[in-house]
């Protein structure tokens, strides 16, 4: 069984950063892939940000929505089992939950369509 712990959110002003931490406690796996999605009132559940590693390959390999692509970086340390999500510019659009996921898996729609595990979330308010 999977946990994952999200840190880091809070209020912020329309183009400031945030910086938010999920640390995982059990193993998904060396294919396994983790991401962060959010959901604003009344919006459906996005996928955000989704960062996973293929054999033989050194760098992860990351994916964004179009929505947050140049603005928010995702990390991921294998060492500490913890996935990192960097705002930046960050927009009143911004302003959701954001949950932290995580899969054994890394096909297209794991970590992006759904996940396995799920953390509880963290808010972000962002004020214009």
């Known amino acids: 069984q999977v946990q994952l712990a999200e840190s880091g959110g809070g209020s912020v002003q329309a183009g400031g950063s945030l910086r938010l931490s999920c640390a995982a406690s059990g193993d998904i796996g060396s294919r396994g892939c983790m991401a962060w999605f959010r959901q604003a009132p009344g919006k459906e559940r996005e996928a955000v940000a989704k960062?996973?590693?293929?054999?033989?390959?050194?760098?992860?390999?990351?994916k964004y929505a179009d929505s947050v692509r140049g603005r928010f970086t995702t990390s991921r340390d294998n060492a500490k089992n913890t996935v990192s999500l960097q705002m930046n510019s960050l927009k009143p659009d911004d302003t959701a939950m954001y949950y932290c996921a995580a899969d054994s898996g890394s096909d297209y729609a794991k970590c992006w369509v759904g996940a396995g595990y799920w953390g509880q979330g963290t808010q972000v308010t962002v004020s214009s």
């Open positions: 960062i996973w590693r293929r054999s033989g390959v050194a760098n992860p390999y990351t």
